[in-house]
């Protein structure tokens, strides 16, 4: 195939493709299908005269087949079948090196780039593993330390399991909390907090949602010093948690009590928590509301805080996991929606967590509410901040999926916004995921979720 062409033609007189609008659906789509770039799909669909199918079914047949290389030629990859065996070897273990996996997880993550290095290492996000930090030193009459990503931490206290967690079958109510009643006691000695100048002066509010993992051992106490270091350096006003554990909960409010309060659901093997900026958010009142139909121990934590005079209703919930679960999860998702319906007008609602949603769930609990919106769509919908389960990047999740035949990406993660009507003019303005770089001396990340983190600011 001739893939010479004159550069400074237009893109349809190059390729003979549609015109921009459908050439970015379709690129769009083989994306998607192939969770690879749009780069890589331009080219495949230009190789294919823009079919579609057909290029799906040939980028499918180039990173099934175990001869495939790829070189270029005239700026586009071709393949050549004679060099893989000489380049695969060398490009993965530059990968790992680079991105602190292993030759392994490359081979599982460069063909989806087409080998191509330079853009495999930029799409991959993260950084090179972080030096001993203060945070890890400080910890360092923890029985067992992480050492590699072999090492399994064996933390000192794990939380014990019970038969029972929450009470299930109960009916839909509200059980009031008092904010006291989430401390974890003395087992710190209690810091004072300190003003934070820069986050007082800020005119935006931010508000931070991550599943934490407190289920994997693997390497435990770094990752949630990984957490830590995380938070503190998006410094949020408000922080949504799930999987919460009493050992990393104990961890968290060791290093942040002195700028954060914390309010948890009902303390199970796990369960949601809800930090708050002292400097800049005000608590009223937390709430519990049970799911009725869980099998799982799950419920909404929810708090009416007020922020710079602005009120709102916060509600973070860890609704019903995997595909057994879809029946209660939508039932679940449609209490949270009702949540959201019955709060005044005048406050502003933010409910999200580790929904575990599969996209058709949202229309089967009944859509969004009136005047709510998916924060991630409304932030322009960038794909690099879609997938917050994305077993292709995150190597904490491709290790869960070790043995399956592809490598899931799930958008289980969300964020839902109500605006106030008195204040339209606070508006989102940034969506973005954290949790990428990863833990103190560890090949792991904090946890196998991404968090996500949503800046509001008057437009």
């Not at 087992?187 to 931010?206: A, G, L």
Request: charged letters at 25%; aromatic letters at 8%; a negative charge.
């Amino acid at each position: 195939m001739d893939f010479d062409h004159d550069r400074s033609r237009t893109d349809d007189e190059d390729d003979g493709g549609p015109g921009g609008e459908e050439r970015a659906r379709r690129c769009r789509e083989f994306r998607d299908v192939t969770s690879t770039t749009i780069p890589l799909a331009d080219q495949y669909l230009q190789r294919n005269h823009w079919d579609l199918e057909q290029s799906v079914l040939q980028y499918f047949e180039h990173t099934a087949s175990s001869k495939e290389s790829v070189g270029t030629a005239n700026g586009f990859d071709v393949i050549d079948v004679d060099a893989l065996e000489k380049v695969r070897p060398e490009r993965c273990q530059k990968f790992a090196e680079l991105t602190n996996t292993t030759p392994e997880y490359a081979a599982t993550f460069l063909p989806g780039y087409n080998y191509d290095l330079q853009a495999a290492i930029s799409s991959f996000w993260t950084d090179l593993p972080s030096p001993v930090t203060p945070l890890e030193r400080s910890l360092s009459d923890t029985k067992t330390e992480a050492k590699n990503e072999d090492s399994t931490d064996s933390p000192a206290k794990r939380p014990k399991k019970t038969t029972n967690p929450v009470p299930v079958n109960v009916k839909m109510e509200v059980a009031e909390n008092s904010p006291s009643s989430s401390s974890s006691g003395d087992r710190q000695m209690e810091v004072s907090p300190k003003p934070d100048h820069d986050i007082m002066k800020r005119s935006f509010f931010k508000l931070l949602s991550w599943n934490i993992d407190g289920l994997d051992d693997k390497n435990f106490n770094q990752r949630a010093l990984g957490v830590v270091e995380g938070i503190k350096e998006e410094c949020p006003d408000v922080v949504f948690l799930q999987e919460v554990v009493a050992t990393n909960l104990e961890i968290l409010e060791s290093h942040l009590k002195g700028s954060y309060s914390f309010i948890t659901a009902p303390k199970a093997d796990y369960f949601v928590a809800m930090m708050m900026h002292k400097s800049t958010v005000t608590m009223q009142k937390n709430m519990v509301v049970p799911f009725a139909n869980t099998k799982m121990g799950r419920n909404i934590l929810c708090a009416e805080v007020v922020w710079k005079g602005v009120s709102f209703c916060l509600a973070t919930a860890h609704l019903e996991s995997t595909k057994d679960g879809a029946k209660e999860r939508v039932v679940q998702l449609r209490t949270c929606f009702d949540f959201i319906k019955t709060q005044e007008a005048e406050k502003m609602v933010i409910l999200g967590g580790d929904l575990n949603l599969r996209d058709p769930e949202v229309g089967l609990a009944g859509g969004l509410p009136s005047s709510t919106v998916d924060l991630w769509q409304v932030c322009s919908a960038r794909p690099e901040c879609r997938w917050t389960w994305d077993c292709k990047r995150n190597t904490n999740a491709g290790r869960k999926c070790a043995g399956l035949s592809f490598m899931p990406q799930c958008r289980f993660d969300r964020l839902y916004y109500r605006p106030a009507q008195s204040l339209a003019k606070l508006k989102p303005v940034h969506f973005g995921l954290v949790g990428l770089k990863k833990a103190p001396r560890t090949q792991s990340f904090p946890s196998d979720h991404w968090g996500i983190v949503c800046t509001f600011d008057e437009k």
